[in-house]
């Protein structure tokens, strides 16, 4: 039997490339691979690099939510909770008209709601090289 593999590519939502300002887009789970990175950058110097995660939950769960809040209070990361989409894309809207140029998105949760973030980046003149997705599929 002969089996091919490759990755990791890099593709996904797992890691910052740069110091450019960045912001990271967590719907429901999908903030766990955000959680992960925002820890390791905890340790780290983050840098003159503006880190925003805008955090949507219709539920107002927020798992992580003490953590974030600890790491938040001691870092220049910023974290914003939402729970309407309507908010969400206000947000996104804010740092966009910021930091249009060079900055770097990432996105990560439902896929109708990853597509949904996605156009409406490109559709605004962001450039696709500079938007990483991450969707979770199933219920």
């Known amino acids: 039997m002969k ?5 990791p590519l890099g593709g996904g939502a797992g ?12 719907g429901g789970i999908g903030i766990t691979p955000f959680r992960s990175i925002i820890t390791q950058l905890k340790t780290e110097e983050i840098g003159q690099n503006n880190l925003h995660l805008l955090y949507l939950d219709s539920n107002k769960a927020f798992i992580f939510k003490d953590e974030l809040d600890g790491i938040a209070e001691n870092t220049s ?6 729970d309407s ?19 770097k998105y990432y996105i ?20 696709k090289q500079n938007i990483k997705k991450d969707a979770f599929f199933g219920n």
């Open 85 to 103: 989409r309507d908010e969400l894309h206000q947000e996104i809207d804010k740092f966009t008209n910021v930091y249009k140029n060079g900055s």
């Open 108 to 127: 990560a949760g439902p896929k109708p709601m990853v597509d949904t973030i996605s156009i409406s980046l490109t559709n605004n003149n962001i450039s």
């Open 15 to 26: 890691y910052l490339q740069n110091n450019s300002p960045s912001l990271l887009i967590a």
């Open 77 to 82: 990361i910023s974290v914003t909770y939402l």
């Open 3 to 7: 089996l091919k593999m490759n990755g």
